[in-house]
């Protein structure tokens, strides 16, 4: 199928409208209901409903649209990726959540560069839900997240067992923010801790949220291998008796894309968790 056919079907749905979309893509509007014509006939749907307002998407339209984002996506990431760079076997495709960015997926990247050599390599730092998509695409190899998904093909194994715990800096323990931590998290929280579910302050990302905290005060829940080191300089103090919650992370890729250089990145990995001390987040630029 064109893909230009499906940039303007998301694109007309995005707009609301052919005639807003066509002046979007810089078409005529002629050429939109043309593009749609054939895409309908292809499909053998109707994917719009088209009146005086707008365009109202049919219930076949509203399946069409994960379809349709899919074939763009996975395109896009072939333009990107092809033709290999020179003297490149292949490419591997790594994903990891945002606060796994340093040191976990650093640390990661670095030694596939080192004892991989010869395959280029491409990390996406993104949401948990956003690289499960793209597993399940074909898009990534692998990718570490804090909450899997199950499906037929999808090979889960847990790496870390880690727990959130409650920290705040000793001298300036005000106010308490929430870091958001998933929806899972959420739930736990406000049950153990009715009294924090309206925190005045919040953060979505953790790494944000704790040098918050370091410069400014307060409390909040944060990765145990996170703030070890600042526990242990006396730079944060753990609060007594609060709750903790338990947070692993995961390992995840289809078993459809598994291959021996996939399993050789994964013991590096391994190799990587073991031996990574300092999950403190701090960067230190070479200035």
Known sequence: ?????????????????????????????TAITA????????LSSTLFVRNRAGAR?????????????????????????????????????IG???????PLMLSWAREIRQHIPAYALRTEIASGESLLKQ??????????????EYWPQLQV???????????????????????????????QHDAALPDKARAALGFNLGPLALQYILQNGGAGYFRTRVVQAYLDSGALERVPKAPEFSYPTYLVYSRDRDSPVLQQAFELLRKVIK?????????????
């Open 1 to 29: 199928m064109d893909i230009d056919l499906a940039r303007t079907f998301l694109e007309i749905v995005r707009c609301g409208s052919l005639a807003a979309a066509a002046q979007k893509l810089h078409v005529t509007q």
């Open 35 to 42: 593009r749609v014509q054939k895409l309908e006939s292809q």
């Open 57 to 93: 998407l049919t219930t076949d339209g509203e399946a069409f649209v994960v379809y349709a984002n899919q074939l763009v996506q996975t395109w896009d990431a072939a333009r990107r990726n092809l033709p290999l760079p020179d003297g490149f076997r292949n490419v591997l495709h």
């Open 96 to 102: 990891g959540e945002v606060s796994l960015c340093n």
């Open 135 to 148: 597993l399940e695409m074909g898009v990534l190899d692998a990718a570490l997240v804090y909450q899997p």
């Open 157 to 187: 194994e847990q790496l870390l067992e880690e727990k959130l715990i409650l920290v705040r800096e000793p001298t300036r323990p005000e106010p308490y923010i929430y870091v958001d931590w998933g929806n899972a998290f959420r739930r």
């Open 275 to 287: 031996s990574d001390s300092d999950w403190s987040q701090r960067w230190d630029p070479l200035i």
